[in-house]
């Protein structure tokens, strides 16, 4: 049963930094791509970022471009978001998620694996 166990969330002020952790297990996280994904209160999903299942090639939302990195542990089957310079706007549950192309228009794609998310709150 694949598992994916976010952690790291909590209430920061606008330009401080925040670092997310998604612990994976129940498949073979080193061959399968892995994303963050968010939800802003009363919003749909927004895709942030992939990763490949090797570690390269990662990608970003041009909303998070610049403050945000993806990593991973293919060792420790974990997958991290370092986020920096946060704004009141990235408000939101933080979902990691498995494959590519995890969210189809604001909803969950059909196969995607996702964990029950850790809530980041920006606010002064």
């Known amino acids: 049963e694949v598992q994916l166990v976010e952690s790291g969330g909590g209430l920061v002020q606008p330009g401080w930094s925040l670092r997310l952790s998604c612990a994976a297990s129940?498949?073979?996280?080193?061959?399968?791509?892995m994303n963050w994904v968010r939800q802003a209160p009363g919003k749909g999903l927004e895709w942030i970022s992939t990763i490949g299942s090797g570690g390269g090639n990662p990608v970003y939302a041009d909303s998070v471009k610049g403050r945000f990195t993806i990593s991973r542990d293919n060792a420790r089957n974990t997958l991290s978001l370092q986020m920096t310079s946060l704004k009141t706007e990235d408000t939101g549950v933080y979902y990691c998620a498995t494959g590519l192309f995890p969210v189809s228009g604001d909803t969950w794609s059909a196969g995607t694996s996702r964990g029950q998310g850790t809530q980041v709150t920006v606010s002064s």
């Open positions: 129940g498949f073979t996280f080193s061959q399968q791509d």
